[in-house]
């Protein structure tokens, strides 16, 4: 089921989506060829520790967050993956791994990569391993406002996730 929380944020806003419900699946690739929605649509939250404060990471589910160019592009002195224990209890209302990129709901920044921008909407899991949500990806950063940079790999070289 929707995030209670998402779904009134966006009612709230007046934002257009569609939900998509799919076969439980755990990794952004299988969701995607579940879903029918190209890996380059669908976003994966990646949750990272930027000199100890937790961030979000959007990312396309075809590509992997670079570490080292992310830290670079915003003058951080460390960024790594948080580990679960880290960030688990900071999204009770979602299951692990499902968190939507919605830093502004769970007050932490987001940073979208720009090869996001090439599609004209995007598509996340919605708090579940089995509902994906599927909105503009005007709509997403007029509500969500994220840092927008290009801080991806399509092979796992320095990458995390």
């Known amino acids: 089921m929707l995030v209670n929380r998402l779904k009134q944020y966006l009612d709230n806003f007046g934002i257009r989506y569609v939900t998509i419900s799919h076969s439980m ?6 969701i995607a060829a579940l879903a029918h929605v ?10 990272v520790k930027i000199d100890g404060r937790l961030a979000m990471a959007v990312v396309p589910a075809s590509r992997h967050v670079n570490l080292s160019q992310l830290k670079d592009l915003i003058h951080a002195k460390n960024v790594e993956l ?19 990129p919605f830093g502004n709901l769970y ?9 996001l921008t090439h599609d004209t909407e ?34 796992m070289a320095d990458t995390a996730a």
């Open 25 to 30: 699946a755990y990794t952004a690739q299988g």
């Open 38 to 47: 190209p890996g380059r649509q669908l976003a994966k939250t990646v949750i």
């Open 82 to 100: 948080a580990s679960e224990r880290e960030f688990k209890s900071l999204f009770p209302d979602c299951e692990t791994g499902a968190m939507p």
């Open 107 to 115: 007050d932490m920044p987001v940073f979208a990569d720009e090869s």
């Open 122 to 155: 995007i598509a996340f899991n919605a708090g579940s391993h089995r509902e994906l949500v599927r909105l503009s990806w005007e709509d997403y950063c007029k509500v969500v406002q994220p840092v927008v940079l290009s801080f991806t790999a399509s092979r």
